[in-house]
């Protein structure tokens, strides 16, 4: 099983939407900086999510990140929480990082690391026969997941296309 680190983003998007179970089934386990579980809490975060971080289950891994090396200035658009996923993500030698925000993905993405978000979650759980894709996407589209208007159209034609290698 590959090792995965978390953003607050997708983890927060697939609780809302009622889709967090397929993370254990995709991947056994998920790790998530202190950072990231404490954004998860925070008061302005939709209710069932700040419920569901208050008890997370077994399968969510949380490790706290010294604070040393953070400074804004230094990571122009990237916040707390992506930052220690990032250092979280090398500490554990992860093979995949779950960031949506574009800068926190370049970031991730200019140090080596694989990265997929809450819809490429969505579009393997899909592939993996977890779940269908439309009732999914419909569901996130009730949220603030920003999305532009063919993103989710291309999302359903990528859930079902199926992978080199895949089936």
Excluded: C
């Excluded at 230094?74 to 250092?87: K, M, N, S, T, V």
Aim: no cysteine; hydrophobic share 40%; glycine share 6%.
């Amino acid at each position: 099983m590959p090792l995965v680190v978390a953003d607050t983003s997708p983890l927060r998007f697939l609780v809302e939407i009622g889709y967090e179970q397929v993370l254990p089934r995709l991947f056994q386990k998920v790790w998530i900086p202190g950072a990231v579980a404490r954004e998860l809490r925070h008061a302005r975060t939709p209710f069932p999510v700040r419920q569901w971080a208050e008890n997370l289950p077994e399968w969510i891994e949380v490790r706290e990140i010294a604070s040393v090396g953070f400074d804004d200035d230094d990571f122009p658009g990237i916040d707390r929480g992506e930052w220690e996923a990032l250092e979280l993500a090398k500490e554990i030698r992860a093979n995949l990082l779950l960031i949506d925000d574009r800068a926190g993905v370049q970031a991730a993405r200019a140090q080596g690391f694989t990265v997929t978000g809450t819809l490429g979650v969505l579009v393997e759980a899909t592939r993996s026969s977890l779940i269908e894709i439309e009732p999914a996407l419909e569901r996130l589209g009730e949220t603030k997941f920003r999305k532009t208007p063919d993103l989710f159209s291309q999302t359903e034609k990528l859930a079902h296309q199926k992978r080199k290698n895949y089936e």
